[in-house]
């Protein structure tokens, strides 16, 4: 694999978690000539430049991408539309604009009409995170052996889209393409629904809390924990992924809540059967996932993993 840029300049809308990793991942695999980082918040350009992931940090938008190669929106999805907005004129002919975003269909439909001729969309979403947030909270590793899946719309160009799919490549990720309404798909029910779960469930122990003196919380166990850990995400980004995937994440809520009702009917009138058989599925699930390279089998017990 090269190590010649892939970009001459990454523009980076956004450099908390992914973002930051962004910039620390191409700096390791020299895959960008610079890079620049936009925040509106002075709190996190200060941050960010302690850090040194970034050669320059801005708080206006064109500015920040003036001249770039690569412009990648790494806010919350809901303010996707006025940022293309904002900074179609400032893009220049050639440049590739990309975007980090849990879901697909809601991007295409939102930034596609700012975007200027001669300028190529081709959206993206890399399946790595932690519940940590921030610009203190990238680190290089993120992407190494995860997912990035590629969106392009229809009539997307292949060199751009070929360009990209080098980029993340460059950054440690596996790259997949696919249809944006699969994607959001595959993902409500990967990560989306799993997420709303979580933070369900959190909430109802926060309920019990005040009845039980915290109880739940002085005695949680592993399953607990970790259903606490994945509510720990970024409020604002989820918010903003459950209001834009709905359709999605209703139609896998839908079947979840039926498959629910058969779990309670199979407790409450003593069908081991049923449950055992259900619990050795799952189990190959999670073995499978392990096998795949997308964990490991060891468990850390809220121990950081970076």
């Known amino acids: 694999m090269s190590n010649e840029p892939v970009f001459a300049k990454v523009a980076l809308i956004g450099i908390g978690l992914i973002g930051a990793s962004m910039a620390h991942a191409a700096r390791r695999a020299g895959a960008a000539g610079r890079i620049a980082g936009y925040s509106p918040s002075a709190e996190e350009r200060a941050l960010a430049s302690r850090i040194g992931f970034a050669d320059s940090l801005h708080d206006d ?57 001669g300028v190529h969309f081709v959206p993206a979403h890399p399946i790595a995170g932690t519940e940590q947030s921030g610009p203190g909270a990238g680190f290089a590793e993120l992407f190494d052996n995860r997912w990035c899946i590629l969106t392009p719309p229809d009539g997307a160009d292949a060199a751009a889209v070929e360009k990209l799919k080098t980029f993340w490549q460059r950054l440690g990720s596996q790259v997949e393409t696919m249809d944006a309404h699969h994607h959001d798909l595959v993902l409500a029910i990967t990560s989306h629904v799993p997420h709303l779960i979580a933070y369900n469930i959190v909430g109802t122990a926060d309920d019990l809390s005040a009845v039980t003196k915290s109880e739940v919380i002085k005695y949680s166990a592993g399953g607990f924990r970790d259903f606490t850990r994945i509510a720990a995400s970024d409020p604002t980004m989820w918010r903003d992924v459950f209001l834009n995937n709905r359709e999605a994440v209703l139609e896998v809520l839908g079947r979840f809540s039926e498959d629910l009702s058969a779990l309670q009917r199979a407790i409450r009138w003593g069908d081991g059967d049923a449950l055992f058989n259900l619990f050795t599925r799952t189990r190959a699930i999670r073995r499978g996932i392990i096998d795949a390279g997308q964990d490991m089998a060891a468990p850390n017990f809220g121990r950081n993993t970076k």
């Open 61 to 117: 938008l064109a500015s920040c991408v003036q001249d770039a190669d690569l412009v990648v929106l790494a806010a919350p999805v809901g303010a996707f539309a006025g940022i293309a907005r904002t900074i179609a004129p400032a893009l220049k002919a050639g440049t590739i604009l990309s975007d980090v975003g849990s879901v697909k269909s809601a991007v295409l439909r939102d930034v596609s009409p700012h975007v200027p001729e």
